[in-house]
């Protein structure tokens, strides 16, 4: 299983971006994907999650400012982000099969990860 992540970059804070998570391999089951997020330093921030059935989830920290959404015939988790804060500046990680949804699946939150991507949000 591959996730590779795309779309990070730099933006001013009150700025977008979309994030893409391009997924080989891997065939999305009742677990579900998400994404995450890392600062150095920090544990790795649950920020969303999306199941097969559309439901989706969100910390407090981002509900109302990102959207996650799935292509499955593109096989393509997607974040969309706007009005970005510096404080969202981070590592961002696409994950499926997650343990918040499938409890006891794997040590840790997900099954798989993709290699993570940065955004950095300025002021």
């Known amino acids: 299983v591959q996730l590779v992540e795309s779309g990070g970059g730099s933006v001013q804070a009150g700025g977008s971006l979309k994030l893409s998570c391009v997924s080989s391999?891997?065939?999305?089951?009742?677990?579900?994907m998400g994404w995450y997020r890392q600062t150095p330093g920090k544990q790795r921030e649950f920020l969303s999650s999306i199941t097969r059935e559309g439901s989706t989830n969100y910390v407090n920290s981002v509900r109302g400012r990102f959207t996650i959404s799935l292509d499955n015939a593109r096989k393509t988790l997607y974040l969309e982000m706007n009005d970005l804060k510096t404080e969202d500046t981070a590592m961002y990680y696409c994950?499926?099969?997650?343990?918040?949804?499938?409890?006891?699946?794997?040590?840790?939150?997900?099954?798989?990860w993709g290699q993570g991507i940065q955004v950095t949000v300025s002021s």
């Open positions: 994950a499926a099969d997650l343990t918040r949804i499938c409890r006891g699946l794997v040590e840790g939150p997900a099954r798989y």
């Open positions: 391999g891997y065939n999305l089951g009742s677990c579900g």
